[in-house]
């Protein structure tokens, strides 16, 4: 719709297996730091979340295939270019995917307001991956059950949340602070 007068011709989003990412992240000589998504709907949150994800140096995204959005040309272009760096892994059971990188030593953290601890307060400097939920509902019953501890930011204001990129992005660069230290 709106185009700054350059066309290109580029193959269909690919995604890649869940266990490709995990070993990318592994042979990163770093921590893995990896972002699930639960029931994002909104490609701007997607391609948002897919830039903070590049920016912070994280080794990629988990989406659900039903339920939420996928690359799309809306989340490529708020994505500002990141979707085509940032490995995006689409699964069918993302309850069982979080028990994969469980498996391989990733702690899986997920962003809750009831959260049992603040989020400056959980270990970044390990392999992790952020677990956001959805716009309106936040993480799922299931997948909630699946994580190994969950983490809020505290809110001061009179708004009980935050749009999941904005949650996405602070926790992922607490944890870039984390491991800079």
Not at 67 to 92: D, F, K, M, N, Y
Request: proline share 4%; hydrophobic share 45%; aromatic share 2%.
């Amino acid at each position: 719709k709106h185009h700054q007068g350059v066309i290109a011709t580029v193959s269909d989003a690919r995604y890649t297996e869940l266990e490709a990412l995990i070993a990318g992240a592994q042979a990163s000589g770093g921590p893995a730091l990896i972002v699930v998504l639960d029931g994002i709907q909104d490609p701007q949150n997607l391609g948002a979340i897919a830039r903070t994800v590049d920016a912070a140096g994280g080794h990629g995204l988990v989406v659900p295939e039903r339920r939420a959005v996928g690359v799309t040309p809306g989340a490529l272009r708020a994505s500002a270019g990141a979707l085509e760096h940032v490995p995006v892994a689409r699964v069918t059971n993302l309850s069982r995917a979080i028990e994969v990188l469980k498996e391989a030593g990733i702690w899986a953290v997920g962003l809750d307001m009831a959260g049992g601890q603040a989020y400056t307060e959980v270990d970044f400097t390990r392999p992790t991956a952020i677990i956001v939920g959805s716009e309106g509902e936040g993480l799922s019953r299931l997948v909630r059950e699946k994580c190994d501890l969950l983490a809020a930011i505290p809110l001061k204001g009179k708004l009980a949340s935050l749009n999941a990129s904005a949650a996405a992005a602070i926790v992922l660069y607490e944890a870039v602070r984390q491991r800079s230290m």
